[in-house]
């Protein structure tokens, strides 16, 4: 049974940090894109970013780049998220998941999740 939990969230001042974590257990996951999204309350989620098996290649949302860094540890079955300079804005549940096709920035490209982290950034 393939399961990802997220943890590392929490309540943070804006212009702090917070730096997630999402270990995946039930397989090895080495070989797939792992990624982030985020989810607000009424809003749709929305993708952050994702990093490619070889964990050379990344991609990031417009709102998160530059401030943002995601990376993994194969060896570990992990995949992490820095979160730098944290805005309000930023205020969501944030969900890690790993994708087994060649697209990355939908959340139809995922085909497991975790059950999210809550992060709050207050101004």
């Known amino acids: 049974q393939v399961q990802l939990v997220e943890s590392g969230g929490g309540l943070v001042q804006a212009g702090g940090s917070l730096r997630l974590s999402c270990a995946a257990s039930?397989?090895?996951?080495?070989?797939?894109?792992m990624g982030w999204f985020r989810q607000a309350p009424g809003k749709e989620r929305e993708f952050i970013a994702a990093?490619?098996?070889?964990?050379?290649?990344?991609y990031y949302a417009d709102t998160v780049k530059g401030r943002f860094t995601i990376s993994r540890d194969n060896a570990k079955n992990t995949v992490y998220l820095q979160m730098n300079s944290l805005k309000p804005e930023d205020t969501a549940v944030y969900y890690c998941?790993?994708?087994?096709?060649?697209?990355?920035?939908?959340?139809?490209?995922?085909?497991?999740w975790g059950q999210g982290t809550q992060v709050t950034v207050s101004s």
């Open positions: 998941a790993i994708s087994n096709s060649y697209c990355y920035s939908m959340p139809t490209c995922y085909v497991y």
């Open positions: 039930g397989r090895t996951f080495s070989g797939y894109t």
């Open positions: 990093i490619l098996p070889s964990g050379i290649s990344t």
